[in-house]
Structure formats: structure tokens, C-alpha cells
């Protein structure tokens, strides 16, 4: 089990180019809503561990691509707020699904918003894993 879940449904806009420049508001929610990033002390966060973990891996996204600009980042107990900034960048290509015929799933296009934030979440729950109980 990771870190964060998927949404049954989603939020993107069918047919929208998620490689495509412009400011994009991303949400991340713990499975089964878990306060595992630490929590609220008297109005402020205290992160944990692994709330120090997310913080780290985001940060570490703009080393990984050079396309992207870190907008703010709100780490709470049981999920995370972000802005991330595409701007324009070679080998663009159209976020638009492709199917994989052999399974019948849609394949996320490199470099899009899906993929940014699937490296990411995976990064942060290979770390969540390796903490100690």
C-alpha cells in the first residue's frame, strides 16, 4: 500500500494537454485519509518524517526537471497542496492517453503532469517503506 491514493474519479479535463505550459493545482491524499506526515501543534504543522520526506522529494522535482518550477507546497497530516509551473520546454509532446493494447491501459505521457506526479509519489513512498515502524 502506498503513501498516497488515487481518486476514484478524476479531476482532469478529458482531452486536456497535461504537458502543455501554465500553473497546475495538485492534491495528494493519504490512503484512508492516515495523518502520516505529522501534525497540527497549536496552529502550525510539525512534520514527521515523512512529512519530511514529501518536502524533500518535492524539492528534489526541479532537479529531475528542468521545465518545472516549484510553486508553493503545503504539507498537512493526512495530505499535501501544491503548485507546479511547467513552462515550455523541447520535445513536448501530447498528454493525450495512449492505450496499451496488452492490458488495456491508458500509459501516462513523459515529461506530462500525471508522470511528474507518479515519479514522485513513488519516490516518496519507497522512503515511507524504509522508515522503521
Known amino acids: 500500500m502506498g ?5 476514484r474519479t478524476t479531476l482532469r479535463l478529458a482531452g486536456y494537454d497535461y504537458t502543455s505550459p501554465g500553473a497546475y493545482f495538485i492534491t495528494r491524499v ?12 497549536d496552529g502550525k504543522m510539525q512534520l ?3 512529512g519530511k520526506i514529501v518536502l524533500l522529494e518535492w524539492q528534489r522535482l526541479a532537479m529531475h526537471f528542468d521545465f518545472v518550477e ?3 507546497l503545503v504539507v ?3 495530505h499535501v497542496h501544491a ?21 488495456s491501459m491508458p500509459r501516462l505521457t513523459p515529461a506530462s503532469l500525471g ?13 515511507l517503506w524504509k522508515l522503521p515502524a
Open 3 to 7: 503513501a498516497f491514493q488515487y481518486a
Open 30 to 41: 493519504t490512503h484512508n485519509r492516515e495523518h502520516l506526515f505529522g501534525k497540527v501543534v
Open 83 to 103: 503548485i507546479l509551473v511547467f513552462h515550455h520546454h523541447k520535445g513536448s509532446q501530447s498528454s493525450l492517453p495512449t492505450w496499451d493494447e496488452r492490458i
Open 70 to 72: 516549484l510553486g508553493a
Open 48 to 50: 514527521n518524517r515523512a
Open 115 to 127: 508522470a511528474i506526479l507518479g515519479q514522485f509519489k513513488s519516490r516518496v513512498t519507497k522512503k
Open 76 to 78: 498537512m497530516p493526512d
